[in-house]
């Protein structure tokens, strides 16, 4: 037959090379460079920054420093006029105290006439005024304002002076030169704004690159940023210099490091949690796959028909076996609910019960049923069911497997039906060894029926016959004519072939009918009966015949038993008794003998089939007994007779509703 379609179990994708990690990296990596890369940027951008505002802060410093001398030169220029047109004496001596007094810059204001000696001289008192004083050389004789070269003052190194000349003209003859006495520490301490001075340093240098003043109010430069800007005056050139306090940027805030570096650490432990976790999941995953597929070939390579349902009884799922089984495909089945359609119409009603049963949550664990295939043919079928739990511990349907027990319904029968004919088989046998005897019995009443026949013959034929004479004879022929009938009808039924059905049955009915031919028996061994029925016995539901035979075979190896036995002991007792210790109230049935016993070497095979000790015994008997007694529900003992000899024992279970009264009674 072919498989029905049976949803396979999807194939997992095989693992990923490795190079699926290569964007995320890419794209971490491209993450962390930009990251490095910016702070970076940043620092660049902030040193041009702070490298252009000090190249315009320079610039507008010179531009200060070049518009005080322009406005000095200008004053300077104008007191030059006023002196040259005849302005002199005091009141220009105060004229140029008030200059040097307001112009902190300047140390000196100096008058010389046209032969270079000293005419006025201001200062403002200071000492570097008063070093300056000393230097008196006469000033060179200039067509045009112009400055000196910065110099410090005689036999000293510094502080460094400037001088700025205005040559005195009165019409076309020079007249004299007007001196002003610039300190160079003191131009940049005035004319360079606090605000500069407080973040870099200013060094104004001469034309030889030589250091004439300086001012680090803010602390000494760090050569990071500079810049240098020439202050070109007329006759010397002075260069200012800038250098900012400031260093470098740092390329990076604390913050941002420890926040860049959190970030970079946080990223690669989570990327490497990822990686493990994924990689745990992959281990999984080939763990399960490998389950699945243990599990799904042995689902698909057992010959037991599997089926789960959840708890309103959908069909969940089905193995192969099962599709097999019933000829139906596995989509066919999940999903459905009742009634299914492997359900055989007949049996609906039962179905419906035990499903509803399987509802209330009381599946019966294990029951035969009957199946329906798909092509209509019933079969037997043995179910076990058991509840479906998941992992929680909480049921969610139910699993049942099904086996097919059509095979061994038929071995069941077969073995049967050669029970019952190998049963049947032993009676004839048992009736073929009593042949004799049956013949000896029958003989008896043919012989009476006879005689009685011949002597009313003769009674009528003398004439003598009157009618209750003749109304005795036949009658007891008639009577003899029945114990001949009786007899064949009890060989009969006991060797006739039959199916084994049970009826209620009294002790008494059983040796009655029994006790004909084990007297047979007896009489032909010279062995005397005895029985005895305890009284109030409970029936049996039993197989008369079984019964019959289990009870003639027992007799028979009784008697049998006790050929050798001195001729008083030579007693067969059959007895009936209640025996109410079991679980089950029974009747025990006893065959007692004070026959040659069973020794150890016999006692070990005793109930094999085929075993005797009897040069023509079968050894069926005790064979066929057991598997008759064990057929009512009984068990059949032996045990050896203290009074010598052997007591077979065989229980059967009672009618369960006389056993309690029997108990009782
Ligand atoms: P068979 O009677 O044909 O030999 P059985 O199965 O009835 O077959 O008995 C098997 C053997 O058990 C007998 O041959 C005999 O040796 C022994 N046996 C059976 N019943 C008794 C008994 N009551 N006393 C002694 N031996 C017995």
């Not at 490298?51 to 300077?76: K, M, P, Y």
């Not at 002075?238 to 604390?254: A, E, I």
Request: include cysteine; charged fraction near 20%; aromatic fraction near 8%.
């Amino acid at each position: 037959m072919n498989r029905p379609a049976f949803p396979s179990i999807p194939a997992f994708p095989a693992r990923k090379p490795h190079w699926r990690w290569l964007l995320p990296a890419l794209l971490i990596g491209l993450f962390l460079s930009t990251v490095l890369w910016l702070p970076w940027q940043a620092q660049r951008m902030e040193s041009g920054e702070r490298q252009e505002q000090l190249i315009a802060d320079t610039l507008w410093v010179e531009q200060t420093i070049r518009f005080q001398f322009a406005r000095d030169e200008e004053s300077f220029r104008l007191i030059a006029a006023e002196i040259a047109s005849g302005f002199t004496g005091a009141k220009l001596r105060d004229r140029l105290d008030v200059v040097v007094r307001s112009n902190r810059e300047l140390s000196r204001l100096a008058q010389y006439d046209a032969s270079g000696h000293l005419v006025l001289d201001v200062d403002d008192g200071s000492t570097a005024a008063a070093m300056v004083a000393v230097h008196g050389n006469p000033p060179p004789v200039l067509k045009i304002p112009q400055y000196s070269n910065p110099f410090p003052p005689p036999g000293r190194r510094a502080p460094f002076f400037m001088d700025y000349y205005v040559p005195l003209y009165a019409g076309e003859t020079f007249v004299g030169t007007l001196v002003a006495t610039y300190s160079l520490q003191d131009v940049l301490a005035e004319m360079v704004p606090w605000w500069f001075a407080q973040d870099n340093e200013i060094v104004m240098l001469d034309r030889d690159e030589n250091a004439v003043a300086k001012r680090d109010s803010g602390g000494p430069g760090r050569g990071v940023y500079t810049h240098s800007r020439a202050l070109d005056l007329p006759g010397n050139q002075l260069t200012l210099r800038t250098n900012s306090v400031k260093g470098t940027p740092k390329l990076m805030p604390s913050l941002l490091v420890a926040s860049v570096i959190a970030l970079s650490v946080g990223l690669a432990w989570s990327l490497w949690a990822l990686w493990r976790d994924i990689n745990r999941r992959l281990a999984a995953e080939g763990a399960l796959r490998q389950q699945v597929a243990f599990r799904t070939a042995m689902e698909n390579s057992l010959m037991t028909g599997l089926r789960a349902r959840d708890l309103e009884g959908r069909v969940t799922y089905v193995n192969p076996a099962f599709c097999d089984m019933v000829g139906i495909p596995a989509d066919e089945l999940i999903g459905k609910r009742p009634p299914m359609p492997y359900w055989a119409p007949e049996a609906l009603g039962e179905y419906q019960q035990r499903f509803s049963q399987v509802l209330a949550g009381r599946a019966t664990p294990q029951y035969e049923t009957v199946f329906l295939r798909a092509n209509g043919e019933r079969f037997p079928v043995l179910i076990f069911e058991s509840p479906l739990v998941d992992e929680t511990g909480r049921q969610t349907g139910w699993m049942g497997s099904i086996l097919d027990i059509s095979d061994r319904k038929k071995a069941e029968d077969l073995n049967r039906r050669q029970q019952e004919k190998l049963q049947s088989s032993a009676r004839l046998a048992t009736m073929g060894e009593l042949a004799s005897t049956l013949a000896h019995e029958l003989n008896q009443p043919l012989a009476a029926i006879s005689s009685y026949a011949t002597g009313a013959l003769n009674l009528v034929k003398n004439g003598k016959a009157n009618r209750e004479m003749l109304e005795s004879a036949l009658e007891k022929a008639a009577a003899q004519a029945q114990r001949a009938g009786q007899i064949i009808r009890s060989v009969h039924t006991f060797v006739k072939r039959r199916e084994p059905s049970r009826e209620p049955l009294t002790m008494h009915d059983l040796f009655n009918s029994l006790l004909p031919l084990v007297e047979l028996q007896a009489r032909e061994h010279f062995v005397a009966t005895q029985i005895h029925i305890a009284p109030g016995l409970p029936r049996v539901l039993a197989d008369r015949v079984l019964l019959e035979q289990v009870l003639l075979n027992l007799t028979r190896n009784a008697i049998e038993a006790m050929q050798h036995t001195a001729p008083e002991r030579r007693i067969l007792r059959m007895t009936a008794e209640a025996d109410a210790a079991g679980v089950q109230a029974s009747v025990v049935v006893s065959v007692i003998d004070h026959g040659h016993g069973i020794p150890q070497d016999v006692a070990e095979r005793l109930f094999s089939p085929f075993f005797s000790t009897k040069a023509e015994g079968m050894g069926m008997g005790l064979n066929i007994c057991r598997t008759a007694v064990e057929f009512h529900g009984g068990t059949l003992v032996y045990a050896p007779n203290p009074q010598g000899g052997t007591i077979f024992r065989f229980s059967l279970p009672a009618l369960v509703e006389e056993a309690a009264s029997a108990v009782q009674g």
